[in-house]
């Protein structure tokens, strides 16, 4: 196996909890709506695109809506959204993420950022870390989510790097899915129970040296 070179980090989950201001925007929509929703829900929309969670959530509700009605709720819980994160604070980043960052940049690593959102700009500007990153690939370059391996893909490319050149970190099952299938380990961010399919488990990034983890991730077999 060759040296890795590349990290490609999920951004919900990974580099900052931005699922709670999902979980309350949406929460505001569901209640417009008539639709109980709880926060073990919102689970199930960690990683997912907005639409895909804007039907999981109909689907809770038993409600069905045109496209058009569904763009528009989209668009609504959006607006909700964003609101939230203007007000994001530096200090919201997850423990440990910076020091890692910085850490990794110095070893020379090459880093890109690979989330489904379409907010990823906005949130990285907000939380001082556009410059941490080589790439920024989100929502608004790719047109297949995760599982699909389109993300993590052209993180690499736009790196300029081999697929086995690259690890992934994610904190959702169909990003592990996404980062297998594009030929890449995936680093779960949780625990083993939360994702069985992970080829390693750290709780966060704090105290987290790359080099250790890269050791004991292995050489890459696939299968
Ligand atoms: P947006 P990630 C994902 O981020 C979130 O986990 C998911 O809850 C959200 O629906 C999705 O981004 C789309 O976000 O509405 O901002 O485009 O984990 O892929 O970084
Ligand atoms: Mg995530």
Request: proline share 3%; net charge neutral; aromatic share 8%.
């Amino acid at each position: 196996m060759g040296k890795i070179k590349g990290l490609l980090f999920d951004l919900d989950g990974v580099i900052v909890d931005t699922a709670k201001y999902h979980y309350l925007a949406w929460k505001e929509l569901a209640d417009m709506l008539n639709i109980p929703f709880t926060e073990k829900d919102n689970e199930r929309l960690k990683g997912v695109s907005r639409m895909k969670s804007f039907e999981i959530i109909l689907e809770i509700g038993g409600l069905e809506l045109s496209e058009d009605e569904k763009e528009k709720y989209c668009g609504i819980k959006n607006e909700i959204y964003l609101e939230y994160i203007r007000k994001l604070r530096k200090e919201e980043v997850l423990p440990g993420v910076n020091v890692f960052l910085a850490d990794a940049r110095r070893k020379g690593y090459r880093m890109a950022l690979g989330s489904a959102s379409k907010n990823a700009g906005v949130i990285l500007s907000g939380l001082n870390l556009t410059e941490a990153f080589d790439a920024v690939i989100d929502g608004t370059k790719v047109k297949t989510a995760k599982p699909d391996p389109e993300v993590f893909l052209l993180g690499a490319k736009e790196l300029g790097l081999n697929r086995e050149a690259c690890i992934v970190f994610e904190d959702a099952r169909a990003g592990v899915e996404a980062a297998h299938n594009a030929g890449m380990k995936a680093v779960g961010i949780g625990t083993k129970e939360s994702l069985p399919n992970a080829d390693i488990c750290i709780p966060g990034l704090f105290g987290t040296n790359i080099e250790e983890l890269i050791r004991q991730l292995g050489p890459w077999r696939k299968g």
